[in-house]
C-alpha cells in the first residue's frame, strides 16, 4: 500500500491560494488520488479525487505530475473556514476482489489567519 | 434524505463494561468500515466489511467485534478487552466500485 507524506502544518491569510504537496513514491498503477477535509468532532469530507494530470471542481484543483509520484491539492482564495486537516490518500477503489483500503495518516493542519 | 448515521454522538463506558456504537446506512452502500481517531491523529482502520455476513480485521481491531447483518448496518462493540477506549470513532461506507468512502458525523468515547 502506498505512504503518503504531506507537511504537518501550513499557515495562510484570507484570500491567499493555498497549496498543499503530497509524495507518493510508491504509487502503483490501480492507485487513485483522493483528499480529503475534517473539521475539529466531525467526520471527514471527500474534497477531489484524481488519477493524473488536473483535476477541478467547484472546491479545489488537484495538479498530479506525469510520474504521479506527488500531488498537489490547491484552494484558491482561502477564507476562515477552510481551516481544517487535509488527508492526502492513495488506494485502489475499484472493488475487484480485494478491499478498498484506505490510509489516513496525520493530514496537514491548515490555519487560516484573517 | 441519504446518508450515514451514528449513535449516540458521546458514549461514556465503565471499567469492565462493553458498549456499542451504532452505525446506519441508506445509501445502498455494499461496503462500510470503522476507524479510530485519537486526538491530532489520523484514523486507524478497526474492522471493515465488504458484504453483508462478512467482515475483516483492520489494523487494530484487538478488542473490538463488529457484526454485518444487514446491508444498512454495521455496529461496533469496543469490549473490555479495549484498555484505552477514549477516542473519536468514525464510521463510513462505500459502494462498490465507487469512488469516495462517505462518513458519519462520528461518537466520542469516554471512560468514566
Known amino acids: 500500500l502506498a505512504k503518503t507524506t504531506q507537511p504537518i502544518s501550513m499557515d495562510s491569510y484570507e484570500g491567499q491560494e493555498v497549496n498543499i504537496t503530497c509524495s507518493h513514491n510508491n504509487i502503483a498503477t490501480n492507485d487513485y488520488i483522493t483528499w480529503y477535509q475534517q473539521f475539529p468532532s466531525q467526520g471527514p469530507r471527500f474534497i477531489i479525487q484524481g488519477y493524473k494530470t488536473k483535476v477541478t471542481n467547484e472546491v479545489a484543483s488537484l495538479f498530479i505530475p506525469a510520474d504521479r509520484k506527488s500531488s498537489t491539492l490547491s484552494l484558491p482564495r482561502v477564507s476562515l473556514s477552510d481551516t481544517a486537516v487535509y488527508y492526502c490518500l492513495v488506494g485502489d477503489h475499484m472493488f475487484s476482489g480485494g478491499y478498498n483500503k484506505l490510509i489516513f495518516g496525520a493530514g496537514t493542519r491548515l490555519a487560516v489567519h484573517p | 434524505d441519504g446518508g450515514i448515521t451514528q449513535s449516540p454522538k458521546y458514549l461514556f463506558r465503565k471499567e469492565g463494561q462493553n458498549v456499542t456504537l451504532s452505525c446506519e446506512q441508506n445509501l445502498n452502500h455494499d461496503a462500510m468500515y470503522w476507524y479510530r481517531q485519537d486526538p491530532g491523529q489520523g484514523l486507524r482502520l478497526i474492522y471493515y466489511?465488504?458484504?453483508?455476513?462478512?467482515?475483516q480485521k483492520g489494523d487494530i481491531a484487538e478488542g473490538y467485534s463488529v457484526s454485518r447483518e444487514k446491508k444498512e448496518s454495521f455496529p461496533l462493540t469496543v469490549t473490555s478487552a479495549q484498555k484505552n477506549p477514549t477516542a473519536f470513532y468514525l464510521c463510513?461506507?462505500?459502494?462498490?466500485?465507487?469512488?469516495?468512502?462517505?462518513f458519519g458525523p462520528g461518537t466520542r468515547l469516554l471512560v468514566l
Open positions: 466489511s465488504q458484504i453483508v455476513n462478512d467482515f
Open positions: 463510513a461506507s462505500k459502494r462498490a466500485g465507487g469512488e469516495t468512502q462517505y
